[in-house]
Structure formats: C-alpha cells, structure tokens
C-alpha cells in the first residue's frame, strides 16, 4: 500500500484566503473583511508567525520571502 504525498499546508493559510478572497469581492463589505482580518491576526498569535511568504508555483514551501535589493 502507498502511501499519499501531502503537501504541507502553511500556517493560517485558510484564515489568509478568506481575508483575501473578501477584499476581491464587489461589492466590498469592510465589516465582514476586518472580522476576517481579526481572526488572521489571532492565527497569527496562536501559532506565533514572524513572517508570510508566497512560494513559486511547482517549489517546496519556503520561510522567507526572497529579499530585492
């Protein structure tokens, strides 16, 4: 029997989406996105994030953002 490859999933990436997917919506219903917002930020502190980053598509998931100079 083999065994499924499950991709990590990052740390409040569920509370993340939906704050994002409710600043796309139209129209836009700023209660409900800073309702969202506070639940992120309580993620956030739950598990004690320090930084977010978004990982090219086809990469494994990385800590830190690339840095520009």
Known sequence: ??????????????????????????????DKCLALLDVLRECIAQKKVKKFSLAEAGSTSTTEAPKNK
């Open 1 to 30: 029997m083999e065994k499924e490859a499950t991709t990590p999933r990052p740390v409040c990436a569920q509370e993340a989406l939906a704050l994002l997917n409710c600043a796309t919506e139209n129209p836009y219903d700023r």
